[in-house]
């Protein structure tokens, strides 16, 4: 199975990088469409618009749209919760709050997690949210799981903050009920605009660098310097996940 991770496009509509954070996206879409083999799936982790407000979805989507294989997309802080609910519609169920599913249409389990804080652009773990993610896991506990949510649950030590959340306890927690099962588990996560590594409990866990080149962070080689990023996760039964990360090549697709 083969994932495409995007992440951190910050589609703006008042901006004056917002024609150019476009174009970045439409490139990924572009370098995507002509992979061969196609990915299975692509999955945005969060802060696909700016502001969240609704041209900036609608120029976003439009863009997303033309991807060929079907994608997921997660809440980022700048998205805004009940905006991201409108978008995804029957994806979620009516009286369910968060950004929060399973999708069970490929050989790996792709999970969405809601990440989001109400009080800041921290991440935060409610109860409830980790007794749904601890259901989804308990449901099939031999099938591989990607894990995709938008703040990298570990401290990311180039950052001008480290620790990305509002609280380390509910951070343990979410080891607690990654730990407690026994399928091969790996997290994706965006939010930090750059290359980092960590673990969560047992899991590892990466992120990707914003699409957004004008707020990417890190240094890169030569050949990725400038240009829009995203990642390619490919899993297979005995070798687990391999990830690579991709430059678009230079020019308009």
Same mark, same amino acid.
């Given at each position: 199975?083969?994932?495409?991770q995007?992440?951190?496009?910050?589609?703006? &509509?008042d901006?004056?990088?917002?024609?150019?954070?476009?174009?970045?996206?439409?490139?990924c879409?572009?370098?995507?469409n002509?992979?061969?083999?196609?990915?299975?799936?692509?999955?945005?982790?969060?802060?696909?618009?700016?502001?969240?407000?609704?041209?900036?979805?609608?120029?976003?989507?439009?863009?997303?749209?033309?991807?060929?294989?079907?994608?997921?997309?997660?809440?980022?802080? =700048?998205?805004?919760?009940?905006?991201m609910?409108?978008?995804?519609?029957?994806?979620?169920?009516?009286?369910?709050?968060?950004?929060q599913?399973?999708?069970?249409?490929?050989?790996?389990?792709?999970?969405?997690?809601?990440?989001?804080?109400?009080?800041?652009?921290?991440?935060?773990?409610?109860?409830?949210?980790?007794?749904?993610?601890?259901?989804?896991?308990?449901?099939?506990p031999?099938?591989?799981?990607?894990?995709?949510?938008?703040?990298?649950?570990?401290?990311?030590?180039? &950052?001008?903050?480290?620790?990305?959340?509002?609280?380390?306890?509910?951070?343990?927690?979410?080891?607690?009920?990654?730990?407690?099962?026994?399928?091969?588990? =790996?997290?994706?996560?965006?939010?930090?605009?750059?290359?980092?590594?960590?673990?969560?409990? =047992?899991v590892?866990?990466?992120?990707l660098?914003?699409?957004?080149?004008?707020?990417?962070?890190?240094?890169?080689?030569?050949?990725?310097?400038?240009?829009?990023?995203?990642q390619?996760?490919?899993?297979?039964?005995?070798?687990?996940?391999?990830?690579?990360?991709?430059?678009?090549?230079?020019?308009?697709?």
């Amino acid at each position: 199975m083969i994932i495409a991770q995007i992440s951190d496009t910050h589609i703006a &509509a008042d901006h004056p990088k917002g024609p150019e954070r476009e174009d970045h996206l439409r490139r990924c879409v572009a370098a995507i469409n002509r992979l061969d083999p196609l990915p299975d799936v692509v999955v945005h982790t969060g802060d696909l618009t700016h502001r969240a407000k609704p041209e900036e979805f609608d120029r976003a989507l439009a863009i997303l749209d033309e991807l060929k294989p079907p994608f997921h997309l997660v809440a980022g802080n =700048r998205d805004e919760r009940d905006a991201m609910r409108s978008v995804l519609g029957a994806r979620l169920t009516a009286d369910w709050p968060f950004v929060q599913y399973a999708n069970e249409d490929h050989a790996v389990r792709l999970i969405i997690l809601d990440s989001l804080s109400g009080t800041s652009n921290k991440g935060d773990f409610c109860t409830r949210r980790l007794d749904h993610l601890e259901a989804l896991l308990a449901r099939e506990p031999e099938k591989p799981v990607a894990l995709f949510f938008h703040h990298p649950p570990f401290d990311v030590m180039a &950052a001008k903050d480290p620790f990305q959340y509002e609280s380390r306890e509910n951070v343990a927690r979410l080891a607690e009920v990654l730990d407690q099962g026994g399928q091969e588990i =790996r997290i994706f996560c965006g939010h930090s605009h750059r290359l980092a590594r960590g673990q969560v409990g =047992r899991v590892e866990v990466t992120t990707l660098p914003s699409v957004a080149v004008d707020l990417r962070l890190g240094d890169y080689p030569l050949e990725q310097q400038g240009r829009p990023l995203f990642q390619l996760h490919r899993h297979s039964p005995g070798a687990g996940f391999t990830t690579t990360t991709h430059a678009v090549a230079d020019g308009r697709s």
